[in-house]
């Protein structure tokens, strides 16, 4: 208690410890798609989807769903389109600045694209199986540019795909009651909806969030053993405090004690600001690390909270152990910078793998924990997963710091 009430005599000390680096990497990762939209597009502004002969259907559809405000829309017919494009200069520029064209069309420009979509379901209910629609929406973007493309597949994905499937309520007719099987849901569903923005966002904090949570217990464990052990040690402090009644286990264990409890806390404060940076995230940037939406039930919730703190404890192991293995201040701030690296690979190799981690990674310190809370946010946690790695992870951690006791109370 002694270490801890230290921490928090200062306030300067306590926002440094607890609330500077949380802070610090969530602006970093909201700084993320300004800076690759700036590096790919030379702008700071986001170009909005030029839209060409937009349909009613379209229009509608933008009216009535929330989610298609993850884009701004800027709407023109097909002459002014024209003109637009009569300027190729201009033109290849907005494209490069990020401009997405989602062009309509129905085979010529003067036909009605709800029209057409209209005769062709009207065919396929008369039986005509060879029935053929020439209304197209061709989405156009910048080739050279990952931003661009980026955008133009989350247009895609996210927005005209449904859309198309949206088609057959609006314009089936009698198709769209006896030819399929689609059923109408309320316009406004909060459980839905807030599953659908799960189900994206999650996948992404799936590769973003353990590895961040990773490095930030790492840097902080790393300080706190550096100024609990090494420096106190250094300075000579640690012998006073060895002369006192107190056994030198249980000055170790206490001072182990305070790390984990801070850790832990400082990690849950990162998390909660992780989950609020997200839900204030509306505008949903394709590019962003932490998309609209994210959301962890109360048992996968449970996992990660669990996760925590038998993580630091095991790191907490590996520095005291690095600590005492060591004399010299210089060597002993190296050796603890140096996993540090080993956390940035694991970082990015979870941010651009495209598999499951495979059995064995659940037997890897620490790399297990971040595995563990990837697939909670991906809700594919299992059980023994859970006790493997909070098992395997405390009971090392608790081998480690036996060890390095034993052989510190025999000098």
């Known amino acids: 208690m002694w270490e801890i009430r230290k921490l928090f005599s200062s306030w300067r000390r306590t926002f440094t410890l607890f609330l500077l680096p949380a802070i610090f990497l969530v602006g970093m990762l909201n700084l993320f798609p300004v800076l690759i939209n700036y590096m790919t597009t030379g702008s700071l502004n986001k170009q909005p989807v030029m839209v060409v002969n937009a349909p009613d259907s379209f229009r509608d559809y933008l009216d009535e769903n929330i989610k298609t405000n993850a884009f701004k829309y800027e709407f023109i017919s097909a002459d002014e ?33 709800d029209g057409v979509i209209t005769s062709y379901y009207k065919e396929l209910s008369n039986g005509n199986a060879e029935a053929k629609s020439d209304a197209v929406v061709c989405v156009v973007c910048d080739a050279n540019s990952i931003t661009s493309q980026t955008r133009a597949e989350q247009l895609r994905v996210g927005i005209l795909k449904d859309y198309q499937g949206s088609l057959i309520d609006k314009l089936g007719g009698e198709f769209g009651i006896t030819g399929s099987s689609l059923f109408s849901v309320d316009s406004f569903n909060p459980v839905t909806d807030f599953e659908d923005y799960r189900t994206s966002a999650n996948t992404t904090a799936s590769r973003v969030v353990s590895g961040v949570l990773m490095i930030l217990m790492y840097y902080t464990t790393y300080s706190l053993v550096s100024d609990m052990f090494a420096s106190e040690r250094d300075r000579g402090f640690m012998d006073k405090l060895i ?163 034993r052989k510190e109370e025999r000098k």
């Open 81 to 113: 389109f024209k003109e637009f494009k009569s300027d190729k200069a201009d033109y290849h520029k907005r494209l490069h600045q990020g401009l997405l064209i989602c062009y309509f069309y129905a085979g010529e420009d003067t036909n009605d694209f």
């Open 243 to 405: 002369m006192t009644p107190v056994s030198r286990r249980k000055i170790y264990i206490g001072k182990i004690l305070a790390i984990d409890v801070i850790v832990s806390f400082s990690t849950l404060i990162t998390l909660g600001l992780l989950f609020l940076s997200s839900w204030m995230n509306r505008s949903n940037d394709a590019m962003s690390l932490l998309p609209f939406g994210m959301l962890l039930t109360p048992s996968e919730l449970l996992i990660v909270v669990l996760t925590i703190p038998v993580t630091a404890l095991i790191m907490t192991a590996i520095c005291v152990s690095t600590v005492f293995a060591l004399k010299n201040m210089q060597d002993i701030t190296t050796n603890l910078q140096l996993p540090l690296i080993y956390f940035l690979g694991d970082f990015f190799l979870q941010m651009f793998r495209g598999t499951r981690p495979t059995t064995l990674e659940y037997f890897i310190p620490v790399h297990n924990a971040m595995q563990l809370i990837s697939e909670s946010f991906m809700a594919q946690d299992k059980l023994w997963h859970v006790l493997l790695v909070l098992l395997l992870n405390a009971g090392l951690a608790i081998a480690v710091f036996a060890t390095t006791f």
